[in-house]
């Protein structure tokens, strides 16, 4: 019964948000997805009638983001995703220098910015300056999926601040992301930029015209052995096993190596990451004996899209107003400063580092980095709509080698942080910022050679 409520309820919050979408002209002009809308209603609804909300309502429904972003993990090679690995890496080469000096920035002032300032000034733990990487460049989804780490080491509370630095990092990304776009189109960057007041009525209400939809994925199995949809849900689920097996092996491996140990580095590390280890070696196995056909991509897009969307709403629906209001000013501290370095990496590197498309290419990094890929490909398609330029391609080339990486080091940091301190944690990330600035001056003189 529990189950079903929660699901109930944050459909409803769902439609809801949708509906408020569809009616709400400054809702349809900030851009603000429905599950964030449904998401921020939900907020308001329990906050107001809390005494009237049963609190194992709220608890189950903090849960879920946990839950659903193994889900998303395991489906991003799924499909074939990891095929198109190979040779990606010299074509993508300037776009990930870019994500990489933006992410490994944020560490940088994130983990500096508590350990120097917030930590000994407000007495917030060192882990505090994580959240900035988690909530921006990770989202709600990566918060979610370090819910098990922050309890494990005993700091409930980052929760509600990394659920609250995701859907601020959200909105900044899209407000901020729209009033550089209106800017690069004032001064001549871009020229296929479509206004709101340009956009159809279907476009202003994120509503498919009934002549134009789009198909959501093809079937691959017959109906009368099993439904297509539920294939690849227990594929997904498949996938999800083999990283929950992966973590648990891991654990005992440790326990039997290192019995004496205090600290432990999968006490609390996420299945999250492990989960897209289990899909890109189910994706292996599947084409090395010949099955991967039975996969289709764009199914595994809409499975990922639907936890997304659930996983956001009840992200935002739960975060604790307490809490985020007994940490108001070094939590803002650190999101001005975490915006500000984004808006200046982006701006400054994007032009040095593409010799085409320099906006484009940044607007959609600057999304992603603020907000979770959806908001970068908004903007993208905002500036881009009909795909001429090669910001898609190599964003999404860039995706497959930075995602990997950078979430597997998000888990890795946090434990860190927590067992060993903050410091190494901001040199090794303050290292690795210099060593990818030094890509990124060969790449900006190679593109500076190669310009026209």
Wanted: with cysteine; hydrophobic share 55%; proline share 4%.
């Amino acid at each position: 019964m529990t189950a079903v409520v929660i699901f109930a309820v944050l459909s409803v919050l769902l439609v809801a948000g949708k509906a408020l979408r569809v009616r709400i002209p400054l809702i349809q002009r900030l851009y603000f997805p429905s599950s964030i809308v449904g998401g921020l209603l939900g907020l308001l609804v329990f906050s107001c009638f809390r005494s009237h909300v049963p609190e194992w309502l709220t608890d189950e429904m903090r849960r879920m983001p946990g839950f659903l972003i193994n889900v998303i993990f395991a489906t991003l090679f799924l499909g074939g995703g990891s095929r198109a690995m190979k040779g990606v890496a010299s074509a993508v080469l300037p776009q990930l220098t870019l994500a990489q000096i933006v992410v490994w920035g944020q560490y940088v002032v994130g983990v500096g910015l508590a350990g120097f300032l917030l930590a000994p000034k407000f007495g917030v733990p060192a882990a505090f300056g994580n959240l900035l990487e988690l909530g921006f460049e990770g989202g709600h989804g990566t918060v979610g999926g370090m819910a098990e780490a922050f309890a494990a080491h005993g700091w409930q509370d980052g929760i509600a601040l990394g659920y609250t630095v995701a859907t601020v990092g959200m909105i900044c990304g899209i407000a901020i992301g729209m009033s550089l776009v209106n800017w690069a189109y004032a001064r001549g960057y871009v020229k296929t930029v479509r206004p709101f007041d340009e956009r159809t009525e279907s476009e202003r209400r994120g509503i498919h015209p009934k002549d134009a939809r789009p198909p959501a994925g093809r079937q691959t199995v017959l109906a009368d052995s099993v439904d297509s949809l539920a294939w690849h849900i227990a594929i997904v689920g498949i996938a999800v096993l083999i990283g929950f097996g992966i973590l648990q092996g891991c654990r005992a491996a440790e326990e039997a190596l290192f019995p004496e140990a205090k600290n432990r580095l999968f006490m609390g590390f996420p299945m999250f990451p492990l989960c897209m280890l289990g899909g890109v070696l189910l994706q292996s196995a599947a084409r090395l004996v010949k099955v991967d056909l039975l996969v289709d991509r764009d199914q595994m897009m809409r499975i990922s899209g639907a936890a997304l969307d659930y996983l956001a709403l009840s992200a935002v629906a739960t975060i604790q107003v307490s809490v985020v209001v007994a940490n108001w000013k070094p939590l803002a501290i650190m999101v001005v400063a975490g915006v500000a370095w984004t808006v200046f990496a982006v701006m400054f590197f994007s032009p040095r580092l593409f010799r085409e498309a320099w906006f484009e290419r940044g607007i959609a990094e600057f999304g992603q980095a603020t907000g979770v890929t959806a908001t970068g490909l908004l903007l993208l398609r905002t500036v881009d709509p009909d795909g001429k330029t090669v910001a898609a391609a190599s964003f999404a080339g860039k995706q497959l080698l930075h995602e990997p990486a950078m979430n597997l080091w998000v888990a890795i940091a946090f434990t860190l942080v927590m067992t060993v301190g903050w410091l190494p944690v901001f040199l090794i990330s303050a290292a690795m910022l210099f060593v990818w600035l030094v890509v990124g001056a060969f790449v900006s003189r190679r593109a500076r050679m190669q310009r026209p």
